[in-house]
């Protein structure tokens, strides 16, 4: 069975950091693309990261350019989400997905929840003012 466990958040004040794991298991970590999303009280989900867990091709969404890292360690079946510079405006319960790519990875398709097919329980992210 595909699963998917998140953990690390947690709380934290402005301007810190923290980061996120997505542990993986029951499938070939190369064939997927893993993603992250986030959900803040009253507002839809909305993507924040992707990679490509065949060659490591990444996307931020603009409200993680420059302050989130996605990364992935394939000998752990891992993805990262390191954030930085967090606001409050980044409190959310950010959750990680998977999907089989078929051997095709692309932004445009994986920057959106539509194709993914498992999640993970989500992990609390909360930055203080």
């Known amino acids: 069975d595909v699963q998917l466990q998140a953990s690390g958040g947690g709380l934290v004040q402005a301007g810190g950091s923290l980061g996120l794991s997505c542990a993986a298991s029951?499938?070939?970590?190369?064939?997927?693309?893993i993603g992250w999303f986030r959900q803040a009280p009253g507002k839809e989900r909305e993507g924040v990261s992707c990679?490509?867990?065949?060659?490591?091709?990444?996307y931020h969404a603009n409200l993680a350019k420059g302050r989130f890292t996605i990364s992935s360690d394939k000998a752990k079946n891992t993805v990262y989400l390191q954030m930085n510079s967090l606001e409050p405006e980044d409190t959310a319960v950010y959750y990680c997905?998977?999907?089989?790519?078929?051997?095709?990875?692309?932004?445009?398709?994986?920057?959106?929840?539509?194709?993914?097919?498992?999640w993970g329980q989500g992990t609390q992210v909360t930055v203080s003012s």
């Open positions: 029951g499938f070939t970590f190369d064939d997927y693309a």
């Open positions: 990679i490509s867990g065949g060659d490591g091709r990444t």
């Open positions: 997905a998977a999907d089989p790519t078929g051997g095709i990875w692309t932004d445009k398709r994986y920057r959106s929840e539509r194709p993914y097919g498992y």
